[in-house]
């Protein structure tokens, strides 16, 4: 089977929840259930799992994530492979109006829309709005944000009370944690149901719907 190539965007003062839950959904992916010892024993070849995970950030040097972690992205912008699927974490208001602001992130954003499923954590999706990948489209973002998305991008159509929304090409979520029901509906929209639910096992969490 071809390996799905996940690319996860770094900056300064992501949460740190946002791109750990969904990494670790995707690198704790199998194929099948004698995998998942092999797996634990680290005896599972990077080749044999369904994703290969990596993290991106605009120049490739190291970020701090929101209260202080220090995070060394795998690639830059600049070096990084093709992705298949993009993940775009979200972070504070800080960080909500400093990525927003710059406009080779938001222009690389728009670039990995356009052939490939991005998926947004938490206040990434006002990132996706930015780059105009959620024009005529519903999505959901961070409860705290609910407002500031319907307000700021009046083109998509916000919807609350649910962890993630799925428009196809784009599967928005909820706030933090909801990445990570997220991207275990990812591994069942990518591969299957059997999947997905084994990897909830692995990592031990009872999924929400959508």
Not at 81 to 105: E, M, R, T
């Amino acid at each position: 089977m071809n390996q799905i190539n996940v690319g996860i965007l770094l900056f300064d003062d992501v949460d740190a929840l946002d791109f750990a839950g969904p990494y670790e959904v995707f690198n704790l992916t199998t194929y099948k259930d004698s995998d998942v010892n092999k797996l634990f024993m680290n005896k599972l070849e990077i080749q044999e799992k369904p994703f290969n995970v990596s993290t991106v950030s605009e120049d490739g040097s190291s970020i701090k994530v929101h209260n202080g972690l220090i995070v060394q992205p795998d690639f830059s912008f600049n070096n990084a492979p093709p992705f298949d699927l993009v993940v775009v974490p979200g972070g504070p208001y800080k960080a909500i109006k400093a990525v927003s602001k710059n406009q080779k992130i938001i222009n690389w954003i728009a670039n990995q829309g356009k052939d490939k499923l991005i998926t947004s954590v938490c206040t990434g999706s006002i990132f996706l709005a930015e780059a105009g990948l959620l024009d005529g489209k519903q999505a959901t973002t961070n409860i705290a944000a609910l407002d500031y998305l319907e307000r700021n991008y009046t083109k998509v159509e916000v919807i609350r009370g649910v962890k993630y929304v799925d428009q196809g090409n784009v599967v928005t979520s909820a706030g933090i944690s909801a990445g990570i029901n997220m991207a275990l509906f990812v591994v069942g929209k990518l591969l299957n149901e059997e999947a997905s639910i084994r990897t909830a096992n692995t990592i031990e969490f009872t999924p929400t719907e959508g």
